[in-house]
């Protein structure tokens, strides 16, 4: 089964972006369509953004269209997400997510996801 590890959270002055990497293990990963969520403090897991197996197609919640960016590297089973104009309403940790071939913004369908890195953004 594919293990998922985030990085590349921090410390953020509104207006700034951040490059959040998800490494994942094994060598089933560009067969996996994959997802973003996030859960800040209080809140429920919410979804971020969802790209296909091949990155032909991806999607995003409302909030962060224009301003994030989902890709990846099949070659480096990596996944990626570009964050930029950060707003303090997108602290929270950041969780890539894997169910392997779902592909939708309900978490309860994923059933492997990275530990999360932790995004703040000071306003």
Do not use: H
């Not at 990497?21 to 859960?39: D, E, I, K, L, V």
């Not at 950041?94 to 530990?115: E, K, L, M, R």
């Amino acid at each position: 089964q594919v293990q998922l590890v985030e990085s590349g959270g921090g410390l953020v002055q509104a207006g700034g972006s951040l490059r959040l990497s998800c490494a994942a293990s094994g060598r089933t990963f560009s067969r996996y369509n994959m997802a973003w969520f996030r859960q800040a403090p209080g809140k429920e897991r919410d979804f971020v953004a969802t790209i296909t197996s091949s990155g032909g197609s991806t999607s995003y919640v409302d909030s962060v269209k224009g301003r994030f960016s989902i890709s990846r590297d099949n070659a480096k089973n990596t996944l990626y997400l570009q964050m930029n104009s950060l707003k303090a309403e997108d602290t929270a940790v950041y969780y890539c997510a894997t169910s392997g071939y779902y592909i939708g913004s309900d978490p309860t369908y994923y059933n492997v996801w990275g530990q999360g890195t932790q995004v703040t953004v000071s306003s």
